[in-house]
């Protein structure tokens, strides 16, 4: 089977734009209508001065899952708010994986649940508000 090209799949075509997430080694592993899954390696110097993963890169890994979720449909979506609540601490060398998940879609919005996991374990739980842009004027 082919893979999508960015023509088709609007994730794709956002993603190869996406140069923040690439700077930062996060690849998006797959994804459907209204739910992917993105991952990433700590390296050293995404870590503070605890020796842990900095909070702002674990927050981009799992925003990044949830602009795909929410663009998986078409249209240009934002985020309008999003928040994290930390679990556990990650370091260096570990893999994390978001994982996002439409919750509901409404009008022009929606609300997405992301859980970033090291294997087994929960580091991190976002949540992610979007908002569906309308045409330019």
Do not use: K
Request: aromatic share 6%; glycine share 10%.
């Amino acid at each position: 089977m082919a893979e999508p090209t960015p023509e088709a799949d609007p994730v794709a075509a956002m993603m190869a734009a996406d140069r923040a997430s690439a700077a930062l080694g996060i690849e998006v592993v797959e994804h459907g209508r209204g739910w992917a899954r993105a991952r990433m390696m700590v390296r050293d110097d995404m870590t503070n001065g605890h020796a842990i993963a900095h909070g702002g890169l674990i927050f981009a890994l799992a925003d990044t899952a949830f602009a795909c979720a929410c663009n998986s449909f078409g249209p240009v979506t934002v985020a309008a708010t999003a928040d994290i609540t930390f679990i556990a601490a990650a370091r260096s060398g570990d893999v994390l994986e978001a994982s996002a998940t439409m919750r509901t879609r409404y009008g022009r919005n929606g609300i997405y649940d992301v859980t970033v996991r090291r294997g087994d374990e929960v580091i991190a739980e976002f949540r992610g508000r979007s908002h569906q842009l309308g045409p330019r004027s």
